[in-house]
């Protein structure tokens, strides 16, 4: 399978606390890869890296053949194309659910298509003019997923998007994450503390401890 | 580049200093200036003390005890902010002149004789003390009152528990606690003074405000107004420092309390009625009594609003819609830059110190700008001395603290993952800023905008000056009619200010009462 995630000798410090140290991935294109570790380890801080909302002291990320950072090169985040959920609430609070998913497609025509297939693959519809205050947290995040696939990004990052929702829901989602990820053929990087997540969702799964990643 | 036009007009000022001192600084320095710093330093102190009487003892009333009217008097005693000190100079005058209202209802109820006299001439030092301090007392009420209500129950609990009465726990305990919100209101109330001109002028009380403008309209030396303005930026400057030093103190106080659940002791008959009154007095004095005086004056005027004053008051609005537009623009930009760009708030706070610069010497600084400007202009056959540009730069110079303010603390609430979400959409910074920063920041833009609009309608220094040929806005036809003594015909477009003083007041309020919540 073809190499489409490229992490190479990453380093990034915070305030001289080094973070990541000489970090290297690789994620096969279609692949759901998961990262556990412990709170603090910088979990967050590589899918931040990846995004380009940090910027590494050293080190190459390469996607899809296309060179996003070297020590010559940073591409700025909105020109990535990588998508990210985070556990905290990002829908933009003044618009409704389907101006949310439909905020980064540009074409008016795109916009009705892809946003109605997304919400009805996602079972969301009835959402679709509600606003984020009138939202349950599962209601959210499941906007807030459909808002990142329906721009299809070459790599789909998720930080702890499931935590605060109940085991049922939880149970109820992730089937429903898994097929749409398949179908669109979207290759995916999660950050979590959850095994039962991991076992349901990941393909492969890295531990990150003193800034270096190691497979289990 | 903003930065630059907000800080070349101060840089013009101190510049002057270099230029040499002509023989009109030295008739000043020898026979004027001390007369001047003496009157300035009997107004700064006689203000001092009485904004620190009236503004705590009202503030301790309203937070520790429950009285008659508490509820009215927790709002109202913020209302003579809405009062320019000028306008309350014109008010006193003639509410206390031989033949004003006061000495004729007094005449009434205890004597026939019509040449007795109540009152002694108003027109003094002590006169204008009792104006500034009336009308500036609410600078120190809020911040006292925000700090007494930070100051934990349990603290106060404590006092009473080792034996102390109300009145030892406010002295011994409360003052002390509360120093710092203290001297950051009275140091703000300080600089008012300094800068003000129109009540100063009109009791005719040499200050430095006064004798910039006496040295450029009368002796048309620019440079040495100028010096003479350099001189009243370095107290200017001190009085800010004395301020900023002490709301770090502040902070640190509030960032170590808890919330505060104080019960108000109910205070009974005598004691009650008494707290009344404390509270009724400022508020009497420094609102209700010029907006009646106001009121009454306007009732005696045949044509209420005539074309003069439609065009005064139709060029105050565009004038203030104007930069009140460009200023919250100005801010909007600039903090949108700081936070996106991660660029130090230390821009902000240089661009806001516009508003400790007393508007006269604004007005002296952009006009000494311009004339440099147009030496270079003049050969493009244009010129812009005497435009309406001076007097918006001013504008938007003394406004962009306000505007910041309020923009910066609402762009704080908007939690950074947002701004980081968009940005993994796809979103350029455009973008970023048109769909989800302006749409979002609504209220605030809203709020900076009225705030800006209630601050620039009663400006009157650099007004005065810097207004293009044949353009008076409300202040100024107010100040203009006033100095020709036709008081009644000043009150309509008076009480217009007044009413538009009261916005920020309705904003504060709520600032306060959340505060409290």
Known sequence: ?216 | MITSIFLIPILFIISSVFLGFSDNFYHLYENLLLEYSLNSIYLVAGVSLLVTILGVSTAWLVTFFNFYGKRFFQWALILPLAVPPYLLAYVFTEFFDFSGTANNILRNLFTTQSDVIFFPNIRTIIGAIIVFGFTLYPYVYMVSRVAFMNIPASVIEASSLLGKNSISTFFGLSIPLIRPAIIAGVALVAMETLADFGAVQHFAIPTFTTGIFRTWTGLYDLNTALQLSTMLLLVIFIFLSVERASRSKIRYVNSVTTSNSYKPIQLMRFKSAAAFFVCLIPVFIGFFLPVLELINWSSQVDTLVSTKIFLAASNTLYISLSAAVLTCFIALLINFVVRTFGISQLLNDLLSLGYAVPGLILAVGITKMFTSVDAWLINYGTFITGSILGLILAYIIKSYAISNIVLNSALNSIPIALDESAQTLGASKLKLLRDIHIPILKTGLLTAFLLVIAELIKELPATLILRPFNFDTLSVSVYLLASEERMFEAAFPGLVIIFFGLIPIYFLNKLILSNNK
């Open chain 1, 1 to 216: 399978m073809k190499e489409f995630l490229k992490v190479k000798n990453i380093n990034l410090s915070f305030d001289s606390k080094e973070i990541l140290k000489g970090l290297n991935l690789i994620i096969d294109e279609g692949n759901f890869v998961a990262i556990t570790g412990a709170s603090g380890s910088g979990k967050t801080s590589l899918l931040r890296v990846i995004c380009g909302l940090e910027s590494p002291s050293q080190g190459e990320i390469i996607l899809d053949n296309s060179l996003l950072f070297s020590r010559d090169i940073s591409v700025p985040t909105e020109k990535r194309n990588i998508g990210l959920v985070i556990q905290e609430k990002v829908l933009f609070p003044h618009l409704s659910a389907i101006q949310n998913i439909e905020f980064g497609i540009s074409s008016k025509k795109d916009k009705q298509n892809l946003s109605g297939e997304i919400m009805e693959r996602l079972n969301i519809t009835q959402l679709a003019e509600m606003y984020p205050h009138e939202l349950s947290g599962g209601e959210s995040q499941r906007v807030a997923l459909a808002r990142s696939v329906v721009m299809r990004p070459k790599l789909l990052m998720l930080d702890e998007p499931f935590t605060g929702l109940d085991k049922d829901l939880k149970q109820k989602i992730y089937p429903e994450i898994k097929s749409i990820l398949r179908a669109s053929k979207i290759t995916a990087l999660m950050v979590t503390h959850d095994l039962n997540e991991v076992k349901a969702l990941a393909d492969k799964c890295f531990n990150l401890e003193s800034g270096q990643l190691t497979e289990l």
